[in-house]
């Protein structure tokens, strides 16, 4: 069987109470990752999709999953997100929603269930969409 993935969601906008610790957290989960926080201030940051941003009002709440390249990087997430401040909502493991699905679960500064899942070996067409701005 083939499942078509492409880029159903643009972005993911998070509202925070406390800037500062969201970027601990998700710059250990996505260095874990592989990834980094590309940039930003004091009132916001952002990785790829992923823009964060002091909330005025409500805060988020929301479930993400960020995509890991093998098992390792799934246990190096959990490990580095425990260890900034996150909190366990599932140790990393096997789940039953498909055959190879191997996912950790954390709650991050402000109660989003944030997730990085490894879905088995994969065959990509792109690694990334390029936009190029003129």
């Known amino acids: 069987m083939q499942v078509m993935k492409g880029r159903l969601l643009d972005h993911v906008h ?8 969201s970027r601990r957290f998700y710059e250990a989960v996505l260095g874990a990752l ?4 590309s940039g930003g201030d004091e009132g916001h940051f952002w990785s790829d999709e992923l823009y964060v941003d002091q909330a005025s009002d409500r805060l988020s709440s929301i ?7 093998d098992r390792a990087a799934v246990q190096r997430f ?16 096997e789940r039953n929603y ?21 879905h088995g ?7 990334a969409v390029i936009i190029d701005r003129l």
């Open 121 to 127: 070996p994969v065959k990509r067409s792109v690694d």
């Open 34 to 37: 592989g990834l980094a926080i």
């Open 14 to 21: 998070l509202r925070v109470s406390d800037v500062a610790a």
């Open 98 to 118: 498909h055959p190879g699905y191997y996912g950790a679960f954390l709650i991050d500064p402000d109660g989003n269930n944030i997730e990085a899942v490894f």
């Open 78 to 93: 959990h490990a580095a997100g425990v260890a900034a401040g996150g909190r366990d909502n599932g140790a990393p493991g």
């Open 63 to 69: 479930h993400i999953a960020f995509q890991a390249s």
